[in-house]
């Protein structure tokens, strides 16, 4: 069960946005993810909870920041329930979607892991619900996603496969890389792996 702590900061002037203590697994069911966020000064700023299907599916979605919440899943697309603050005003979405995505680095896990491209694939489009702080307030994002590199890295515990995605905007064109080893984000644009106290988890 891998844990560890990223940072995530702005990816344009590098400000520090947030420290994400992280754990996941893989289970019968699929993948969780689970994450305590904390602002540089220590502040509580919220969490994530991810849970997967055996097809990377999301099965639950549970985001908290700022005393929003979103709740969600994969059902006629995807739909969620978005509360405010007061827990009064409580708003249903749903969209013909794949996915969801945000900032959590959960998310770049579980996109790789409902596409599971192959390196010789071509770019795949998708579809996907973006929740963006601080109101987590839904956007849909189109992507293409491709497998660019595959490459073996030896380490103290085996051979550590590291996948090398380019992503790209396709609203905007604009492209960037995600390197991923198993359910572990090694490097993305604001995101950066701080602490790993064990190996990343190993999907089939």
Same mark, same amino acid.
């Given at each position: 069960m891998p844990r560890g702590r990223y940072s995530l900061h702005d990816p344009h002037d590098h400000t520090p946005l947030a420290h994400e203590h992280f754990h996941? /697994?893989?289970?019968?069911?699929?993948w969780r993810y689970v994450s305590q966020l904390t602002a540089p000064?220590? =502040?509580?700023?919220?969490?994530?909870?991810?849970a997967l299907d055996e097809l990377g599916r999301p099965i639950r979605l549970e985001l908290h920041a700022a005393s929003w919440q979103v709740r969600g899943a994969a059902l006629d697309g995807v739909?969620?329930?978005r509360t405010d603050p007061t827990g009064t005003h409580a708003t249903e979405g749903n969209?013909? /979607?794949? /996915?969801?995505?945000?900032?959590?680095?959960?998310?770049?896990? /579980?996109?790789?892991?409902?596409?599971r491209l192959a390196p010789s694939s071509s770019a795949t489009r998708v579809r996907l619900v973006a929740f963006t702080e601080p109101v987590l307030a839904p956007r849909t994002v189109d992507q293409s996603w491709a497998l660019v590199n595959r490459e073996a890295h030896a380490t103290d515990n085996g051979p550590l496969t590291? =996948?090398?995605?380019?992503?790209?905007?396709? =609203?905007?064109?604009e492209q960037h890389a995600v390197h991923l080893a198993g359910d572990v984000v090694l490097a993305a644009p604001g995101?950066?792996?701080? =602490?790993?106290?064990?190996?990343?988890?190993?999907?089939?």
């Open positions: 996941c /697994a893989p289970g019968p069911s699929g000064s220590g =502040d509580h700023l919220g969490s994530v909870d991810l739909t969620w329930v969209v013909r /979607a794949h /996915a969801f995505t945000g900032s959590s680095p959960a998310f770049l896990v /579980a996109t790789a892991r409902l596409l590291v =996948d090398e995605y380019q992503v790209t905007a396709l =609203d905007t064109g995101i950066e792996l701080e =602490d790993l106290e064990s190996p990343p988890s190993v999907f089939d």
